[in-house]
T-cell receptor
Framework: GENVEQHPSTLSVQEGDSAVIKCTYS??????FPWYKQELGKRPQLIID?????GEKKDQRIAVTLNKTAKHFSLHITETQPEDSAVYFC????????????FGTGTRLLVSP | GAGVSQSPSNKVTEKGKDVELRCDPI?????LYWYRQRLGQGLEFLIY????????KSGLPSDRFSAERTGESVSTLTIQRTQQEDSAVYLC?????????????FGPGTRLLVL
């Protein structure tokens, strides 16, 4: 089955810096890769996703890149703000209607003012 | 519109008791998923429903765990004879589940504590 690894487990940056979180997956059949943000005590919320027919997707300060050959994908946050502080989870699944998401272990991002 | 809701928000129970956790998905969402999140850890897939059927139960940790869904709407996750290691946040998610992968929208979770 699919296995997703995520690094780093914690990341501390200064406000305005960029943050990069990396994930690798094992199943070459996986082709849907969402990223979720979870604030303390809150539910996970989708921030961006990418399908394997594209290599990069950007939404304002957030971007995701995908390398299918190497089986890894990354989340990039530019101009970080304190409100970006949260736990970020990557996930992978087959791109079908009913997808079983396999999650990484999470990255705790702390943005200091 | 209303998002995914779950009840209760918190549940404290004694070891050996049974608990029922409820999930109300977004109206019209065919797919419903249950995940478990232990403290400080990632989300662990438990089971998903396609309509009222559960094609994939592979994530259920033991036969003490079961789930059902009726009317392609509400789902209940039941844990029998609870153990302390069952303590976690149980999250439900739903999605439209059309041909391509759709966003899974999560509920607020039920925080279960087994004493």
């Amino acid at each position: 089955g699919e296995n997703v690894e995520q690094h780093p487990s914690t990341l501390s940056v200064q406000e305005g810096d960029s943050a990069v979180i990396k994930c690798t997956y094992s199943d070459s059949a996986s082709n849907y890769f969402p990223w979720y943000k979870q604030e303390l005590g809150k539910r996970p919320q989708l921030i961006i996703d990418i399908r394997s027919n594209v290599g990069e997707k950007k939404d304002q300060r957030i971007a995701v890149t995908l390398n299918k050959t190497a089986k890894h994908f990354s989340l990039h946050i530019t101009e970080t703000q304190p409100e970006d502080s949260a736990v970020y989870f990557c996930a992978a699944s087959m791109n079908t209607g009913f997808q079983k998401l396999v999650f990484g272990t999470g990255t705790r991002l702390l943005v200091s003012p | 519109g209303a998002g995914v809701s779950q009840s209760p928000s918190n549940k404290v129970t004694e070891k050996g008791k049974d608990v029922e956790l409820r999930c109300d998905p977004i109206s019209g969402h065919t797919a419903l998923y249950w995940y478990r999140q232990r403290l400080g850890q990632g989300l662990e897939f438990l089971i998903y429903f396609q309509g009222n059927s559960a094609p994939d139960k592979s994530g259920l940790p033991s036969d003490r765990f079961s789930a059902e869904r009726t009317g392609e709407s509400v789902s209940t996750l039941t844990i029998q004879r609870t153990q302390q290691e069952d303590s976690a946040v149980y999250l439900c998610a739903s999605s439209l589940a059309r041909l391509a992968a759709e966003t899974q929208y999560f509920g607020p979770g039920t925080r279960l504590l087994v004493l």
